[in-house]
């Protein structure tokens, strides 16, 4: 399938081939995943570090949404290696769906994640002991 093709995977549209490549492979009980989180911020240098931290060697990409900091949350974000693009804020629901339209989601599995949230570490494990590693049951449906 190509990339911009109609799917079910759930990044409105917008998957990559592989994706499907590896959910179509009969022989393979588990898939090989990565996560891209997404993020929205705006003036979020209070609580963005923490939050990125708790995504390190879970997300395979992060994608920050800002929609005009004037602290020094866009630095920090980039200092962390997320991809930055910014928008003007319309509504939340407009500006996720901007993410995932404009944002250059590679992942197979796409983490909406607040700026002020962090995963904890139980929540960490559990996806790096199954997504992260690849034991992902090939019938499970995200």
């Not at 911009?4 to 499907?20: A, D, E, N, W």
């Not at 570490?121 to 995200?142: H, I, N, Q, S, T």
Request: with cysteine; proline share 4%; hydrophobic share 35%.
């Amino acid at each position: 399938m190509a990339r911009g093709m109609p799917c079910t995977c759930g990044l409105r549209g917008h998957c990559l081939s592989t994706c499907h490549d590896n959910r179509n492979d009969s022989t393979a009980p588990f898939m090989q995943e990565t996560i891209t989180a997404l993020i929205l911020t705006f003036n979020e240098e209070k609580h963005i570090d923490r939050c990125l931290r708790s995504l390190a060697g879970i997300a395979s990409q992060v994608v920050v949404i800002d929609c005009g900091s004037t602290d020094q949350t866009v630095a920090i974000c980039r200092a962390h290696g997320a991809e930055v693009h910014v928008n003007p804020w319309k509504n939340y629901s407009s500006q996720f769906n901007w993410g995932l339209d404009h944002g250059g989601i590679r992942g197979h599995w796409c983490l909406r994640i607040d700026a002020d949230e962090y995963l904890s570490e139980p929540l960490r494990a559990a996806l790096r002991d199954r997504v992260v590693a690849g034991l992902v049951p090939k019938d499970l449906v995200g």
